[in-house]
């Protein structure tokens, strides 16, 4: 982190910071309004926040179908079927911790995929890498499962998580393979974020409508709540998410979810009391260890094991 400069090492600590705490107020808001109904007034005043940003810096131009379809499109996975893979399993009771450490296999993912974007190969130190991090969250996930009791989420609730890990690794990828090799579809992040906003208020709208009838308890911890998921997280972790995938390469994006779990776990101590497990640690543990030989260079790796040898 030392050798990157001090602009980019800013926007790397507020996107930390504020993409981890929707984990926490997604919790918050929960008991006032569902979860498709949640996601659905979060973004209808996103678009309508950025619609009017747009028309009065007169940047609401038609971009084209294929711009807007794309922006859409990545839209729709990173916040609807993202958010919407979390929230589903945070109102089945899975702990905010646990899923911020489910949903840190992105960047294993995204290391996987990204020879297949972009072309970089897999090594495999890598790939054991990945095994590795997979072992290590899923002792943790076992270690919560208690199929029998009343209270358990049970197994699909620790399940659904993992729906988000496929979704933010295919949008981040797209998103850099635009960046990389189809710029003349990149728009500017304002209007990529109201696209993206559009496209995931039109994909909640019909379950919001019709398995929740937006029912909603408008009070003053829910506003509050959803002013801080709409201009904190959805717009500001968000525009940071993008804007650094403008500057570095996804893995390395990526990467910084691994942060989620520790940074998510102490904001849930601090603000419900939550308490870790022998085996969270653990696995936690685990988990670094598989990261570090992931982001670890071959030839580094192979270094260190010339060195180790009798």
Request: charged content about 10%; proline content about 5%; overall charge positive.
């Amino acid at each position: 982190m030392r050798s990157l400069p001090g602009h980019t090492f800013t926007l790397i600590l507020f996107f930390v910071l504020f993409w981890n705490s929707g984990f926490i107020g997604a919790e918050y808001g929960l008991p006032y309004a569902g979860p498709y109904t949640l996601l659905f007034w979060r973004y209808t005043a996103l678009s309508l926040i950025l619609s009017v940003f747009l028309l009065i810096r007169r940047k609401s131009v038609w971009p084209g179908s294929t711009a807007a379809g794309l922006a859409a499109f990545v839209g729709i996975l990173a916040h609807g079927v993202w958010l919407g893979c979390v929230i589903l399993s945070l109102d089945r009771g899975v702990p905010a911790g646990i899923v911020a450490l489910v949903v840190a296999l992105q960047p294993m993912t995204t290391g996987a995929l990204s020879g297949w974007v972009t072309g970089e190969r897999t090594s495999m130190l890598q790939w054991a890498g990945l095994v590795i991090g997979f072992l290590g969250v899923f002792l943790v996930v076992g270690s919560r499962l208690n199929l029998g009791g009343a209270s358990s989420p049970g197994l699909f609730g620790y399940l659904i998580p993992f729906g988000s890990v496929a979704a933010i690794t295919v949008a981040s990828l797209l998103q850099r393979r635009i960046e990389l090799k189809s710029r003349h579809y990149l728009l500017p992040l304002a209007q990529t974020l109201f696209y993206q906003s559009l496209g995931t208020t039109i994909l909640v709208a019909l379950p919001a409508f019709y398995v929740e009838q937006l029912a909603t308890e408008w009070t003053v911890p829910f506003i509050t709540t959803m002013a801080w998921l709409i201009i904190v997280v959805s717009l500001g972790a968000y525009a940071l998410m993008w804007k650094l995938l403008s500057r570095m390469d996804a893995t390395r994006v990526a990467g910084l979810f691994y942060l989620g779990p520790p940074v998510t776990m102490v904001m849930g101590w601090l603000a419900f009391g939550d308490t870790l497990q022998l085996m969270d640690v653990v696995g936690l543990i685990i988990v670094a260890f598989g990261v570090s030989i992931v982001q670890t260079p071959p030839e580094l790796m192979r270094r260190v094991l010339r060195l180790s040898e009798p």
